[in-house]
């Protein structure tokens, strides 16, 4: 596996509860598009946001605490979407959130040259 592309400490997609998070939410999709749109729909909707939750706890980011957690703001949400999406959906591409428009999902794929984009 290329260097880049391992688990690191916040993206902790090797972490067994990730893993089936990213496998449950993605089970019924047939393409990396629906898989991306499905992970980010689950952790939209699958945490609640609270920009509140501020913590000072390194261990907070973990995409796997993330998971745990009944709550979280942007960020610890934006590391749980790279973690999943990196396993279950888009394993060599890029993801990309907008928060401008929370539901656009964009990503590189390989096969079209460019940018796609679920609206």
């Known amino acids: 596996m290329n260097e880049l592309l391992r688990p690191t400490y916040f993206l902790d997609f ?5 893993a089936r998070f990213a496998e449950e939410t993605t089970r019924n999709a047939s393409s990396a ?5 499905a992970l980010f729909y689950a952790v939209r909707d ?4 609270d920009p509140y939750t ?3 706890s390194r261990a907070d980011y973990c ?4 998971l745990g957690s ?3 703001y942007c ?11 990196r396993l279950g959906a888009l394993s060599e591409n890029f993801v ?4 401008s428009r929370s539901n656009e999902v964009s990503y590189d794929e390989p096969g079209k040259g460019g940018m796609a984009t679920q609206g």
């Open 75 to 85: 960020i610890p949400k934006a590391v749980l979407l790279a973690a999943s999406t």
């Open 14 to 18: 090797d972490h067994p509860h990730v």
């Open 70 to 72: 009944e709550s979280a």
């Open 33 to 37: 598009r629906q898989r991306a749109v």
């Open 96 to 99: 990309q959130i907008t928060s």
């Open 63 to 66: 995409a796997s605490a993330v």
């Open 54 to 56: 501020i913590s000072a």
């Open 46 to 49: 699958g945490i609640r946001y």
